[in-house]
């Protein structure tokens, strides 16, 4: 299976340097960045799913459960119901960004899509950490420094894909003056 993976991308890389050979090169590289692009998100969201879980289990175990058998045994429905719920919204998830991502491509705009989910899938992430260190407090400087770069990481990578756009309008304006 290798060795024809193998062989198939140097079919392509043997192409010559005409204009035609040039487009299905660029379309290799794009589809190889759209799938990148797609596993990083894809791993992102897993993460995300598996610490909304870890919030929500924090939240029920803090505030509802406490010391009733009853509520215990509804805790663990809501649980395996959310898991469940989340696993069909990942789902969903992974085939709406494959189609995001692909449609970046052929716009040239992938980076700054890749950017943009990214960023949110952060900044959504250091929420659902947040709940978790909020319900059960601090478990060490680690978690502070994940926190910290959470933020960080989700608010440069947004803030990048923002800047990015509005700079491409503002050309877009400026050539329609011109």
Partial sequence: MVSLNCAIIMKYAKFSLTHEGQGMKQKLLNKLFVFFAWILSSILGFWLMVASRDSLIAILATFYVRDSMPRAWRARFYDKFYFIASGIAFLIFIFAIEGYFSDGAEEQDLFR??????????????GCDLISWLAEGIQGQFALLLLIGEFAGGALLLGYAIWVKRRAANVKRQRAKI
């Fill in 113 to 126: 899509r890749l950017t943009k989910t990214t960023g949110i899938e952060l900044l959504v992430l250091l």
